[in-house]
């Protein structure tokens, strides 16, 4: 083999193991921002499903609060404290 049949397979020797390298690390890097989302997702969830059950509990201590008491809307202007 000459010089530069052999310099010409030692470069593209070289260059395709640093595109498969390239390529590992960059689907390793995709992978976790992948897995980064999902978590992230599911951590959204949770905070969604505890705000509903948050709200749920409101409205039936609301439904409980309105039984016990009773609540008229007068429609007119809040009164007057003494002016100060």
Do not use: C, N, W
Request: without cysteine.
């Amino acid at each position: 083999m000459s010089r530069a049949s052999q310099l010409t397979l030692a470069t593209t020797s070289l260059g395709a193991i640093g595109i498969v390298i390239f390529v590992h690390y960059a689907q390793r890097a995709e992978k976790a921002a992948m897995h980064a989302g999902v978590i992230r997702d599911y951590e959204q969830q949770r905070l969604k499903r505890e705000r509903q059950a948050d709200f749920e509990m409101q409205q039936a201590l609301e439904k409980e609060y309105k039984k016990v008491q009773t609540v008229s809307d007068s429609g007119g202007p809040a009164p007057q404290g003494t002016g100060r």
